[in-house]
């Protein structure tokens, strides 16, 4: 059983479906600006299995065919859906109640991916914030 929801709780979402494929993580131009965010990893499940257990997302078409749905109140971004495959329905990963249950496999659009992606595992780590100056 998957169950997730949005920043501020007012989606809850779960699947009783297993995943239809290991999740990936995607660096699309639609996923960088609907996010907000430089890539966004996607479960996907039977579009069927998917149920909201309070408010629905809303939902808009991100491009001919797709609809993209996100939390009314907090924006955060939930569901990806395309009419090709229309069976199923692709979920934010990071929205799962834990996100650390399932692991990208892959990395899809990296014809978009920022320049500055790749050398992000380089980069200094800090266990919380920066401290100040
Ligand atoms: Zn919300
Ligand atoms: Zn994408």
Not at 19 to 26: A, E, K, Q
Not at 62 to 68: A, H, L, Q, T, Y
């Amino acid at each position: 059983m998957l169950k997730g929801g949005c920043l501020c709780g007012s989606v809850r979402y779960r699947s009783a479906a297993a995943p239809l494929y290991p999740p990936t993580l995607c660096h699309c131009r639609s996923c960088q600006r609907a996010a907000g965010a430089h890539a966004v990893a996607w479960v996907t499940v039977p579009r069927a299995s998917l149920e909201y257990e309070a408010a629905l997302p809303v939902a808009f078409a991100s491009s001919p065919g797709v609809m993209r749905s996100f939390c009314a109140h907090c924006g955060t971004p939930l569901t990806y859906w395309n009419r090709h495959r229309a069976d199923e329905i692709d979920v934010t990963l990071c929205t799962l109640d834990d996100p650390n249950a399932l692991v990208p496999v892959d990395h899809i659009w990296t014809q978009d991916a920022l320049h500055w992606e790749a050398g992000l595992g380089t980069l200094p780590r800090r266990a919380q914030t920066r401290t100040p100056g």
